[in-house]
């Protein structure tokens, strides 16, 4: 069965720390890859997703993450925080032709002023 | 802001009980999702319609049904409520079937069954 892995499940940084979150997922075929963050009481918002082409794809706000076909993984990276992207984080991956997205559990990111 | 809208924001059953959940989808998407995030876990698919027709079903009971509107808005309705079915609901439209479009979501509609 699909699954998506984040082994993060909660990170704390300082303000102006780089910023790496693992997720890695369990599929053969060709994906594609999804971020979204969630901030406090709010809706799912998409930084980034890649479908195919430059595995090094560019989010919103800064976010940037890189897909690394050989290790099954699509980790997301910011180089310096901000207070503001403290939120919930999830990796999602829909397989090609698919319907729907498989969400990994989600990483909650704390960031110290 | 991504144009979807979901109704009610929050709302309180007794087990047993059925309940309907709505979703107003982004203009001109004729595709709509749900899925259930439980606290402390990410979003699970339920189903998706598409043109009216359910075309994909995720690892939820027969009791979680849907129903899709020709102005695309659609319907959660879950029926004989249990305490496990307490969770955020979310509804996510996108332009087309299969790959190659966003999926954009509603802020949710918290279900809490007592």
């Known amino acids: 069965a699909q699954s998506v892995s984040q082994h993060n499940h909660h990170v704390i940084l300082s303000e102006a720390a780089s910023l790496e979150l693992g997720c890695n997922y369990s599929?053969?075929?060709?994906?594609?890859l999804f971020w979204y963050v969630q901030y406090p009481g709010q809706h799912l918002q998409l930084l980034l997703k890649?479908?195919?082409?430059?595995?090094l794809v560019k989010g919103i706000k800064g976010f940037e993450a890189e897909f690394i076909k050989s290790k099954f993984s699509f980790n997301l990276r910011k180089p310096s925080v901000q207070w503001s992207d403290t939120a919930e984080y999830f990796c999602?991956?829909?397989?090609?032709?698919?319907?729907?997205?498989?969400f990994g559990t989600g990483t909650r990111l704390t960031v110290i002023p | 802001e991504t144009g979807v809208t979901q109704s009610p924001t929050h709302l309180i059953k007794t087990r047993g009980q059925q309940v309907t959940l709505r979703c107003s989808s982004q203009s001109g998407h004729n595709t709509v999702s749900w899925y259930q995030q439980a606290l402390g876990q990410g979003p699970q698919f339920i189903f998706q319609?598409?043109?009216?027709?359910?075309?994909g079903r995720g690892n939820f009971p027969p009791r979680f049904s849907g129903l899709q509107f020709p102005n695309y808005s659609s319907e959660l309705n879950v029926n004989a409520l249990e305490l496990d079915d307490s969770a955020l609901y979310l509804c996510?439209?996108?332009?087309?079937?299969?790959?190659?479009?966003?999926?954009?979501f509603g802020e949710g509609s918290w279900l809490t069954v007592v």
């Open positions: 996510a439209s996108s332009l087309v079937q299969g790959s190659g479009n966003t999926i954009y």
């Open positions: 319609y598409y043109r009216e027709e359910e075309n």
């Open positions: 999602a991956v829909r397989l090609t032709g698919a319907n729907n997205l498989f």
């Open positions: 890649y479908f195919s082409g430059d595995p």
């Open positions: 599929y053969g075929g060709t994906v594609n």
